[in-house]
């Protein structure tokens, strides 16, 4: 599996404890979600989908030393993401 082998495009995380995922063909965030860490390297993602708050799932997103994000739910892998030094500006 590489990057290019997933539904999603792109996955933000910030800080507070919020997250989106992205599809490529969308430019704003197919999901949003909140998560809480697992380990020092893994967090579990609650996530609603934007177009439908009953479509919920359950994400766990665990990242390598080498900077590598897998995306899981269920114990399934969903694909493959490299982290970037991206730094969104604030929402106001």
């Known amino acids: ?3 290019s082998d997933t539904l999603y495009s792109k996955i933000a995380v ?3 404890g919020r997250a ?6 969308r430019e704003t965030h197919l999901l949003r979600c909140f998560w809480g860490g697992i380990t020092a ?8 989908s934007a177009d439908d708050e009953s479509e919920k799932h ?9 900077g590598i994000g897998m995306l899981s ?6 694909g493959l993401f490299r ?3 991206e730094n969104p500006s604030p929402r106001e």
């Open 41 to 48: 390297n893994s967090i579990s993602m609650d996530c609603v």
């Open 73 to 78: 739910e269920a114990d399934k892998t969903l």
């Open 20 to 25: 989106e995922l992205f599809v490529a063909d």
């Open 1 to 3: 599996m590489d990057e």
């Open 58 to 66: 359950l994400f766990t997103l665990q990242v390598s030393d080498d």
């Open 14 to 16: 910030a800080f507070e």
């Open 83 to 85: 982290r970037t030094n």
